[in-house]
């Protein structure tokens, strides 16, 4: 008999109960405290599992009271929010996304396990791999952006680095991926609000990422707050037991989001405690997190008859096989049991820097505004945001420490040491235009602060706040009146796109700056002096208007496409249908042309691989870094298809002048699509491989290759 039978066979019902319950903790000065309940249920053995405690002391000292105190000393497992990064603080995800780097975005996200497991942490709740093709919904800015395919590599990525080889490691955390799913098309972008989308826009979108997920070995899932065509995601038995358990075959442990399983009664599919705890156990929900609605709901559901013991022998089985696979049950100190050494954490600093650097998008540069040159006198820099070192973290800091994070102001006065540097804040515009009236340069910090963007945070409308939008004309206004215009440079702080065609046609140059954490100052003021180019690609269209949301590039063919010459096509009267911003879309301090595109072999079978072949050269001043992306369309198919399906990209940096052959490769098996009944299709027919620099179809070049039967 194995040691969890053993476990099993020893606990009473209070005691599995436990197992199977979360609860919320924090640190005060008489020690840790537990919200809703005592530690006395952790001596008792009725707590096995706590979030929001941090720091070796505090875990520990928990883990001694279960391990020492109760019956069984079965450890706790204690996780947290990691979402991108611990203390040491990384671009929020979306941001990251720009990237556009695998190595990079596994390479943060084990940083952030090293970090957390040395505060005593085994577990994060991440990566949110949610599509979001709403600008609107505040929790873009923990997600990938717009593409399943990306999103699918971003969580492979996510849970390498967070779990590595051996998840017992003692720097390894279980990673936990949500929201499953369909979290991002909310109705009316609006959180927590219903989904009711199509079982293709389900498959084809919104499955993939966490499919990718549980193929990388995800240890942990967490289902979404919200219900998907009438049924909450706590308590959707087909998607989570049949689909995720049954045809994927996820055996990891399925944790609650905060209150779910209380909330089916709001939900009005539940009409007590015990009937929501009995329909998220049949789901195959192992952990309730903060509802307290397995220790208090299960014992009469199973008196109902509504559950079974052996329903919640499963469910604890897999509890304790996840502490068994952490390592917890050998040996539950050995996270936090050694300090973190300066040189790691200086090391992980400089990660951070580089990060935030290559996630920054050159939205616009006109005339060469940037980069600023390094005889500039005088700069004057405007706005709070300019000097606010909490909105440089994001909306979910976590542990990050305020202090410890660089604002735009430190990071530029430290790169320009011969300049001055003016700053104001901007909400007196008159000291504003007085302080930029005889500068070089001008750089406005706008866009949102750090709690416009995350949870509970959606924006009916997400533009610039009007006090900025005032700012800019009397800011824009002056400079141009000037006998020598200065150069006005706009900062976007965001985390998502934001609808800004009026700012994006005043200022010389507009930077994406989204949230870029600890760095985001020093990566800044890189980017700004041209210390290194820019190379982010925005992961998420940006809209030009409102009423274009959703707008995305993988949208399908319409039968009456825009055509200027005839008034009864699919258009907008009053804006064009094209985006302010592509997907893909960012400039470099380089300029790039594309050539010569070879796509071999002409035909091809399942199970091959299309190799694709472009020339690239620089023919700009600067040496950059240029992300060259690779697309397929199925001109003709069984199920419409979109008029650009992500296959693949490749990064390139290129000294002036110089040109190379850039060569991607893309797998026959990802053009496999569902078909009518939503199983999988490999059609013979035409494939169009086009390949550029975003997703802007005037940009790409293309060829034909013939998919084939083998």
Request: net charge negative; charged share 20%; with cysteine.
């Amino acid at each position: 008999m194995s040691r969890i039978d053993e476990l099993l066979a020893r606990m009473t019902l209070p005691e599995k109960l436990g197992q199977l319950t979360m609860t919320a903790s924090s640190y005060a000065v008489t020690g840790p405290v537990i919200a809703g309940d005592s530690t006395e249920s952790i001596a008792n053995g009725t707590l096995g599992n706590l979030l929001n405690m941090v720091g070796p002391g505090p875990t520990h000292e928990m883990q001694r009271l279960a391990v020492e105190q109760s019956r069984l000393g079965i450890p706790l497992l204690i996780g947290l929010d990691v979402i991108h990064g611990h203390r040491t603080l990384f671009p929020i995800p979306l941001a990251e996304a720009a990237a556009f780097d695998p190595q990079l975005w596994e390479a943060t996200a084990r940083e952030a396990a090293l970090e957390a497991a040395a505060d005593g942490l085994a577990m994060t709740f991440a990566p949110m791999v949610d599509i979001s093709r709403d600008p609107r919904w505040g929790r873009t800015a923990e997600g990938a952006g717009e593409d399943p395919w990306l999103g699918s590599q971003i969580a492979r990525a996510k849970v390498r680095g967070f779990q590595g080889d051996d998840l017992a490691a003692p720097t390894q955390l279980a990673a936990c991926v949500k929201h499953f799913c369909a979290y991002g098309p909310v109705n009316a972008g609006r959180e927590y609000a219903p989904v009711d989308i199509s079982e293709r826009a389900l498959h084809e979108v919104h499955l993939p990422p966490f499919e990718a997920a549980i193929d990388a070995g995800v240890a942990t899932l967490m289902p979404a707050f919200t219900d998907l065509a009438g049924i909450p995601m706590t308590a959707h038995g087909p998607l989570l037991r049949d689909y995720l358990r049954g045809r994927l075959g996820f055996d990891g442990v399925i944790v609650s989001d905060y209150n779910a399983i209380g909330e089916l009664i709001k939900h009005g599919v539940a009409a007590d405690l015990a009937d929501a705890a009995a329909l998220a156990l049949n789901a195959g929900v192992d952990i309730d997190m903060m509802a307290d609605a397995y220790r208090k709901g299960l014992p009469l559901a199973l008196a109902r008859g509504a559950v079974t013991m052996a329903q919640i022998d499963t469910a604890v089985r897999r509890v304790l096989k996840l502490k068994e696979r952490l390592g917890l049950l050998d040996d539950p100190y050995r996270r936090g049991a050694t300090a973190e050494k300066p040189a790691a954490i200086e090391k992980r600093r400089a990660l951070s820097r580089e990060v935030a650097r290559r996630s920054i998008v050159l939205l616009k540069n006109e005339a060469d505004a940037l980069p600023l040159p390094a005889t500039m006198r005088h700069l004057c820099l405007l706005g709070e945001l300019a000097s606010s070192k909490p909105d440089m973290r994001g909306p979910w800091a976590a542990a990050g420490d305020i202090d410890g994070h660089v604002t735009v102001l430190e990071g530029l006065s430290a790169a320009l040491p011969q300049a001055r540097i003016t700053h104001v804040d901007g909400g007196d515009i008159a000291a504003a235009l007085a302080a930029c009236d005889e500068a070089d340069a001008i750089v406005l910090c706008l866009g949102e602060a750090a709690n416009m963007s995350g949870e509970a945070a959606s924006r009916a409308s997400p533009e610039l706040p009007a006090s900025q939008q005032r700012l800019v004309d009397a800011v824009v206004e002056q400079a141009r009146a000037r006998a020598t215009p200065a150069p006005v440079i706009a900062l976007l702080f965001s985390g998502r796109p934001l609808i800004v065609p009026k700012l994006a046609e005043q200022v010389d140059a507009l930077v994406a700056a989204w949230f870029l954490g600890s760095e985001a100052g020093n990566a800044l003021a890189d980017v700004l002096t041209g210390k290194v180019s820019p190379s982010g690609r925005t992961p998420m269209t940006w809209p030009r208007a409102l009423g274009q949301v959703p707008l995305f590039f993988g949208m399908r063919p319409s039968g009456r496409p825009a055509d200027p010459q005839d008034y009864y096509t699919s258009k907008y009267l009053d804006v064009p249908n094209e985006p302010l911003y592509p997907f893909g879309h960012g400039l470099t301090y380089g300029r790039f042309r594309y050539d010569n595109l070879r796509v071999s072999p002409a035909r091809v079978s399942r199970g091959q691989r299309i190799e694709v072949e472009v020339d690239l050269t620089n023919e700009g001043r600067a040496a950059a870094e240029e992300t060259v992306f690779a697309f397929t369309r199925d001109p003709v198919a069984s199920i419409t298809r979109p008029l650009l399906e992500l296959r693949g990209f490749a990064r390139q940096l290129l000294q002036p002048g110089e040109t190379c052959r850039v060569k991607l490769s893309i797998a026959a098996e990802d053009v496999v699509f569902p078909g009518a009944d939503l199983q999988p299709v490999f059609e013979p027919g035409e494939l169009q491989v086009l390949v550029g620099p975003s997703a802007d179809r005037a940009l790409l070049l293309g060829a034909s290759v013939q998919l084939v039967q083998p």
